[in-house]
């Protein structure tokens, strides 16, 4: 498959994330991000599960960076999520 054809696959897999999100329901919970450079494996952002986490367990590596869509996107879900909207 080509590199423009993977992008667009692999785009369309991550705005299944917001399936269901429409004007007056709840937004989602969780926020895919799907597998890309360190990042081995599709995961999620668990939006209702904020917490603190100890320095001792973040790794020396970087597995991903989100783009600016998706950051934009990560708050203001967590936003409604947590009563700040």
Do not use: C, K
Not at 18 to 47: C, K, T, W
């Amino acid at each position: 498959m080509s590199n423009a054809g993977q992008a667009g696959r692999d785009l369309s897999r991550q705005f299944q994330s917001l399936e269901g999100h429409r004007a007056g329901q709840e937004p989602p919970l969780r926020y895919r991000l799907i597998a890309r450079d360190r990042l081995d494996a599709d995961s999620d952002i668990m939006l209702d599960q904020t917490r603190t986490i100890d320095n001792r367990r973040f790794m020396d590596e970087i597995l991903t960076v989100l783009t600016d869509r998706e950051l934009a996107e990560v708050e203001s879900y967590w936003r409604i999520v947590m009563g700040l909207d």
